[in-house]
């Protein structure tokens, strides 16, 4: 028990839909609350029988000692943000416990833990206190802080002014800076750049080297396999898995392909408005023929079928393609080539042919997107897979050996040599 840092037993949280946010008010407000339930139950919408009940987290239970760097990975809904939220004493568990050994630094959604009327460099001091650090002990820190964030000339500024980008970076450069001995860390990294992304990902395992404990939740696998030793799988707000880093993606990444099977309108993580919806997705060869195995270097076909539902504007459709360890390989969209979808009919047919197919052997899929005037009309991630079985894509047919992580695809290339 001396090692544990983190203990979570039997962890639940219920949400009620169409309840309230969760506040902690004051007597009067106790009262109304009370008042209100009174007059829902008299018209028979009492909270039992007039209000669904959504179960975030049920029955959720693992430790994680000292030291340890914790990968939490799940579909979107799986629970992963509400157990970060516990753990960080914002929420409180509707069933169950967490026990915390000590100094916990989380860096949630943007802004959390930000006071907005207040600037940049009294928010440094706010959070520091908050972790029980003396003034001297975040002075020391200070000049880091800052310097990592990249927000200099912003620090006197409040930080309700501030754009989503620089409430994270300096967000990330607390809660890596101020040294707690534990570190949450959520999704937010996605709201930075590349750049910016990568030098959080360095910290953090920085970070970890130095013995403190992490809990990282990230959909970028390839980040999780490096910076965490073992991981934590969530679906539907259950745990499934926790062990070893390498066996949760394989068994989160099985978890997609099973969603993959499901006729598209069932799949869990489908988001948009509407404007289009596809209504089918499918691989092809040249021919048109469906299949699903490939050679590197012959063509390589998607299409996709839509419905319109009013007008549409400035329309694109653009697909990501994610091999089996869910990095992205390339990204392929019909505004890169100014291919115009304004006049989509009230149902149509779309098709982008790759004429060299430049992926090695293995396995793949694909997460598509359509946008109408910048706004999301569709989103399905995992809507198709496939595989590549053989390459005729160089003179030799040599297949490439899979190296997944550095070398997702394959370049043509032409070599000339002179001699002095």
């Known amino acids: ?226 910076l965490c030793e073992r991981g934590l799988l969530l679906s539907r707000g259950r745990s499934v898995f926790h062990g070893p880093v390498q066996d949760a993606v394989r068994h989160y990444l099985d978890y997609i392909q099973e969603g993959m099977s499901k006729r598209l309108e069932e799949n869990p993580d489908r988001e948009g408005d509407g404007a289009v919806r596809l209504t089918n997705t499918h691989s092809s060869d040249e021919r048109g023929v469906a299949r699903k195995d490939f050679v590197a270097g012959a063509p390589l076909t998607f299409n996709f079928e839509y419905v319109r539902n009013g007008r549409c504007k400035a329309v694109s459709l653009g697909f990501t393609i994610f091999n089996q360890l869910g990095i992205a390989c390339t990204h392929i969209n019909t505004s890169n080539v100014d291919f115009d979808l304004d006049g989509l009919g009230k149902h149509g047919h779309i098709v982008c042919c790759i004429p060299r197919n430049p992926l090695p052997v293995g396995e793949y899929r694909i997460s598509v997107v359509v946008n109408v005037d910048d706004t999301v009309a569709d989103y399905i991630p995992g809507c198709l897979s496939f595989r590549v079985v053989s390459s005729q894509f160089f003179q030799s047919a040599r297949v490439q050996e899979p190296d997944l992580i550095h070398c997702p695809v394959m370049v043509d290339h032409r070599w000339h040599h002179t001699p002095d």
């Not at 169409?18 to 008010?25: C, F, L, N």
């Open 1 to 226: 028990m001396s090692d544990v840092v983190i203990r979570v037993e039997n962890l639940g949280k219920r949400y009620r839909v169409g309840e309230r946010k969760e506040t902690y008010g004051t007597l009067r407000d106790t009262i109304v609350s009370a008042v209100q339930a009174s007059m829902a139950a008299l018209r028979g919408h009492g909270c039992k029988n007039g209000r669904k009940e959504f179960w975030a987290l049920r029955g959720v239970s693992f430790d994680v000692k000292r030291g340890e760097v914790l990968g939490i990975v799940g579909r979107n809904g799986a629970g992963k943000s509400t157990l970060l939220k516990i753990l960080s004493r914002v929420t409180r568990p509707t069933l169950g416990r967490a026990w915390i050994n000590g100094r916990v630094g989380s860096l949630l959604e943007v802004g959390t833990g930000f006071h907005p009327e207040l600037s940049g460099r009294e928010n440094i001091f706010l959070n520091g206190a908050v972790l029980g650090m003396k003034n001297t002990e975040i002075q020391q820190k200070f000049d880091d802080i800052v310097e990592f964030a990249e927000i200099e000339q912003f620090l006197d500024t409040p930080v309700k002014r501030y754009s989503s980008g620089m409430y994270m970076r300096l967000a990330f450069s607390i809660a890596a800076h101020l040294e707690p001995e534990i570190l949450l860390v959520d999704e937010v990294l996605a709201v930075g750049d590349a750049a910016f992304q990568k030098k959080c990902l360095g910290k953090m395992g920085k970070v970890a080297k130095e013995g403190r404990t992490v809990l990282f939740v990230s959909h970028n696998l390839q980040a999780v396999r490096s």
